[in-house]
């Protein structure tokens, strides 16, 4: 998986002997610029739809299978939260979108909600806070089928990733979420200040731009590997490296100046007497050049 990766290469599949709950399943191939879908869960597969009333079966053309909303709604309960321990990314969550009107012209009540992986949405709120100015704010368990639910079906206003991640508004209600249809382009309209709204449109296009998906591993350059390093689980290793190196080198440098100091002396004399040397013999060289 590869954050702001363009996607692309030959689609693989998962074996058979790897007791991996979709063993047999096609994934990859997708390119970064097919990652949009609809307003209408099931949309955004590039390959694969044979049947747009269901979910059920499908490959995975970005690496990951789709969300699920409970009540096996258009089969997509085989990936439901049982699954959440080996899904790429690690469990679903959600987490609020949230600016000020420093820097956008928004109302109160214009806040939106992103829903996915774990490990996307951690990476992700890097860029919403550098690129759209989001508060940030930590994700929080998505329950879809509880009845206080913050996120509901018919709120999604974008999903992504063949729809295993979504962006969402409790101001926007799809009356046509639930009509089993998928690559629909039917959908309840937009309201007007959701539907011109900067701050939308900013986060949109970050997650379009940077929402990690399977990248072609035969073009994998050294600046694609680093990527790779820093994407999902990546953020975890940096950091884990970050928490051993920093105080290593507190404890390390004053240990090596004390031992050069101890092999070559005192620095500051070093440089007293190198700058007096110096200043001799520009005095020796001015006697020489007198006629």
Not at 50 to 74: A, E, I
Not at 219 to 237: A, E, N, R, Y
Request: hydrophobic share 40%.
């Amino acid at each position: 998986m590869d954050h702001w990766g363009a996607g692309g290469g030959k689609f693989a599949t998962i074996p058979n002997d790897t007791q991996h709950p979709f063993e047999g399943r096609t994934f990859g191939a997708a390119k970064r610029r097919e990652i949009r879908g609809t307003a209408a869960f099931g949309s955004g597969y590039p390959y694969g739809v044979t049947n747009q009333t269901t979910l059920s079966g499908r490959p995975f053309p970005f690496g990951v299978w789709p969300l699920y909303w409970g009540h096996n709604h258009m089969g997509a309960d085989e990936y439901g939260p049982q699954l959440d321990s080996v899904r790429p990314g690690g469990l679903v969550v959600q987490v609020s979108l949230r600016t000020t009107t420093e820097h956008f012209n928004v109302t109160d009540d214009e806040v939106y909600y992103a829903v996915g992986d774990r490990e996307s949405l951690l990476l992700l709120m890097i860029s919403y806070v550098t690129w759209c100015h989001v508060t940030p704010a930590w994700p929080s368990r998505f329950v879809p089928a509880s009845e206080n639910s913050t996120v509901k079906l018919e709120n999604v206003i974008q999903y992504f990733r063949a729809s295993s991640f979504a962006l969402a508004t409790p101001a926007y209600n799809n009356a046509l979420a639930r009509s089993s249809i998928s690559n629909s382009m039917d959908s309840s309209p937009l309201p007007q200040y959701i539907q011109y709204s900067p701050f939308r449109q900013c986060i949109e296009n970050v997650t379009a731009d940077a929402l990690a998906i399977a990248n072609d591993p035969n073009k994998l350059g050294p600046l694609q590997m680093f990527t790779v390093v820093m994407s999902i689980g990546g953020f975890w290793i940096c950091s884990i490296i970050l928490f051993i190196l920093i105080p290593f080198i507190q404890i390390i440098m004053p240990v090596r100046a004390q031992i050069q100091k101890k092999i070559w002396g005192d620095p500051r004399i070093i440089a007293q007497t190198r700058q007096n040397t110096h200043q001799n013999r520009e005095i020796e060289m001015r006697y020489q050049r007198y006629p």
